[in-house]
């Protein structure tokens, strides 16, 4: 069986950072792409960012420059490190297992097409 648990989120000041962490089990680790994805209160979901199994990171334009998607391969763990939060990245995070070792692009998360998804993490940015 498929498990994802996210930790990490919390509250934090407009400007601040948190590292949002992912473990896996149940499944070969290496060998999938994963991706984080949002959900803001009363919004659909947001796919953020993606990596393939080996490397190779995507971002929505919304967090580039700003977020940085890693994993290892070792541990089975999938990390999102959030830097220079606004109050618009507050939001339910959700790590999300991919069909293949190669990202299936935004839509295959925003549409909910993927099957496995973790029961998420609160980030909160507020002063």
């Known amino acids: 069986e498929v498990q994802l648990v996210e930790s990490g989120g919390g509250l934090v000041q407009p400007g601040g950072s948190l590292r949002l962490s992912c473990t896996a089990s149940g499944f070969t680790f290496r060998s999938y792409a994963m991706s984080w994805v949002r959900q803001a209160p009363g919004n659909g979901l947001e796919w953020v960012s993606g990596i393939n199994s080996g490397g190779g990171p995507w971002y929505a334009d919304s967090v580039k420059g700003r977020f940085t998607i890693s994993r290892d391969n070792t541990k089975n763990t999938l990390y999102l490190q959030l830097n220079s939060l606004k109050t618009e990245d507050t939001a339910m995070y959700y790590c999300?297992?991919?069909?293949?070792?190669?990202?299936?692009?935004?839509?295959?998360?925003?549409?909910?097409?993927?099957?496995?998804w973790g029961q998420g993490t609160q980030v909160t940015v507020s002063s």
């Open positions: 999300a297992k991919d069909a293949s070792a190669y990202f299936s692009g935004p839509a295959y998360f925003a549409t909910r097409r993927a099957n496995d």
